[in-house]
Antibody, heavy 123, light 109 residues
Framework: QVQLQESGPGLVKPSVTLSLTCVVS??????????WSWVRQTPEKGLEWIGE???????NYNPSLKNRITISVDTSKNLFSLKVSDVTAADTAIYYC???????????????WGQGTTVIVSS | SSELIQDPAVSVALKQTVRITCQGD??????ASWYQQKPGQAPVLVLY???NRPSGIPDRFSGSNSGDTSSLTITGAQAEDEADYYC????????????FGGGTKLTVL
């Protein structure tokens, strides 16, 4: 059974770089053809797709966040990570990692989610 | 357009049928998927593609598509269906992007 588990600092100060990890258990990332995504949720904006990575390191990013985010994968540790630079209060959110399996070309769905980790940006 | 529009709130009487809609230009090209989220929990996929339900999702959940609108229908709503529901699709504006609707809070009366 595949499971996702996010971890992060909880509280960060403005202007720093936020780092989050998502540990994948139950399957080697290197043997999958799933996209591994980050999604965040705020009361103001709801769910927002941040970006994703494939096991070979390919990435796709939300254009509105592209300048500040980096997503990477570490197949040796079976995890993928998110870095958000120069954070502000607007980055306060619940951050989820999620799996996107390969479906028919016009179909996509996040079929597995982690439990989420709360990040608060405050001085 | 990268926007998916949902009604903020919908209510339904117990055991009645309710339809939750999601509107957006991208839905003319891509199917929507639907997620249920209860307080304090992560979203759960309940419907995707052309009316496909993941394992474990009751068959009272169904979907349909027409033009720029996708719909999630709950036939015979149960108390445990009270939750927030979000739609999701691929953006069709030319930028590679995955987008979510603003969510619909379903109240079961």
């Amino acid at each position: 059974q595949v499971q996702l588990q996010e971890s992060g600092p909880g509280l960060v100060k403005p202007s720093v770089t936020l780092s989050l990890t998502c540990v994948v258990s139950g399957v080697p990332i290197s043997r999958t053809n799933w996209w591994w995504s980050w999604v965040r949720q705020t009361p103001e904006k709801g769910l927002e797709w941040i970006g994703e990575t494939f096991h070979d390191g390919r990435t796709n990013y939300n254009p509105s966040l592209k300048n500040r985010i980096t997503i990477s994968v570490d197949t040796s540790k079976n995890l993928f990570s998110l870095k958000v630079s120069d954070v502000t209060a607007a980055d306060t959110a619940i951050y989820y990692c999620a799996r996107l399996p390969p479906l028919a070309g016009t179909v996509e769905a996040f079929d597995l989610w982690g439990q989420g980790t709360t990040v608060i940006v405050s001085s | 357009s990268s926007e998916l529009i949902q009604d903020p709130a919908v209510s339904v009487a117990l055991k009645q049928t309710v339809r939750i809609t999601c509107q957006g230009d991208s839905l003319r090209m891509y199917y929507a998927s639907w997620y249920q989220q209860k307080p304090g929990q992560a979203p759960v996929l309940v419907l995707y593609g052309n009316n496909n339900r993941p394992s474990g999702i009751p068959d009272r959940f169904s979907g349909s598509n027409s033009g720029d609108t996708s719909s999630l229908t709950i036939t015979g709503a149960q108390a445990e269906d009270e939750a927030d529901y979000y739609c999701h699709s691929r953006d069709s504006s030319g930028h590679f992007m995955r987008v979510f609707g603003g969510g619909t809070k379903l109240t079961v009366l």
